[in-house]
């Protein structure tokens, strides 16, 4: 990889390279559709990775309020594969914990698929917990793992 990564908040331009990232990294991709709609709903807390012009990674998510509590949820995140383990994922999900902080988020949820065993550990590596599974929660049937990450301020 050349040049360093630099994050920031998506374009609806970004939109056509996100989705080929997702195309490359999901069973069940978003379309370009949707992503232009949860660009949206959550234009402060979908970021996108680039180097230089290029779009190399994204993360979406937005908050949520149980009435008790807000916190943060993300949405999906992927990188595109030749960018993968060199830490662009990692980056993308602390810059989103910190937008999910700023807005006063106790914490972070996500889901992950059960058979995601990478991507479980990916999480756990950087501070999230599983909490309970989902079943049945994806189109093919597979359940999902629902993981936390509480702030500590």
Do not use: C
């Amino acid at each position: 990889m050349t040049g360093s990564i630099h994050v920031r908040r998506a374009r609806p331009k970004d939109v056509p390279a996100i989705a080929a990232i997702e195309r490359d990294s999901f069973q069940d991709p978003w379309d370009q559709e949707i992503l232009s709609e949860a660009l949206s709903y959550f234009p402060t807390t979908f970021l996108v990775a680039a180097v230089g012009e290029r779009i190399v990674g994204f993360i979406a998510g937005g908050l949520e309020d149980t009435g008790e509590q807000v916190y943060g949820h993300i949405a999906n995140i992927a990188v595109a594969p030749q960018f993968r383990g060199g830490g662009t994922g990692r980056v993308l999900l602390a810059r989103e914990e910190q937008a999910f902080a700023f807005e006063s988020a106790s914490g972070v949820q996500l889901e992950v698929r059960v058979s995601n065993l990478s991507a479980q550990e990916f999480y756990r590596r950087n501070g999230y917990r599983d909490v309970f599974i989902i079943p049945g929660y994806y189109a093919n049937g597979e359940d999902a793992i629902v993981m936390m990450k509480w702030f500590r301020f």
